[in-house]
Nanobody, 125 residues
Framework: QVQLVESGGGLVQAGGSLRLSCAASGRTFSSYGMAWFRQAPGKEREFVVVVSRSGETTNYADSVKGRFTISRDNAKNTVFLQMNSLKPEDTAVYYC??????????????????WGQGTQVTVSS
């Protein structure tokens, strides 16, 4: 069992930055591929980015490529999402997700075993 807790969301102006964190419980964090998804009001949950178990490989949605950066610290059981050059269309609830032995080709929410409660990101124009 893995519990995920996101933090770092908030209100920011367009062009600004935020850094999200996702803290995981348990002693097997490094056996999970980790991803961020987001869900805007009235829309389906969408893939943002995934990082491999080692942290060496990542895969980004085209909409965030070049602006967002995922990283993980396996010693601290934490994954991060650095979001720069934020746009109003980035406004959503951001969720952290974990997949046991997951790779960087898992783009569907159905692929993931555990989810955090989400953190709101609002970008004003």
């Amino acid at each position: 069992q893995v519990q995920l807790v996101e933090s770092g969301g908030g209100l920011v102006q367009a062009g600004g930055s935020l850094r999200l964190s996702c803290a995981a419980s348990g002693r097997t964090f490094s056996s999970y591929g980790m991803a961020w998804f987001r869900q805007a009001p009235g829309k389906e949950r969408e893939f943002v980015v995934v990082v491999s178990r080692s942290g060496e490989t990542t895969n980004y949605a085209d909409s965030v490529k070049g602006r967002f950066t995922i990283s993980r610290d396996n010693a601290k059981n934490t994954v991060f999402l650095q979001m720069n050059s934020l746009k109003p269309e980035d406004t959503a609830v951001y969720y952290c997700a974990a997949k046991h032995y997951g790779g960087v080709w898992n783009f569907s929410p159905r692929d993931y075993d555990y989810w955090g409660q989400g953190t709101q990101v609002t970008v004003s124009s």
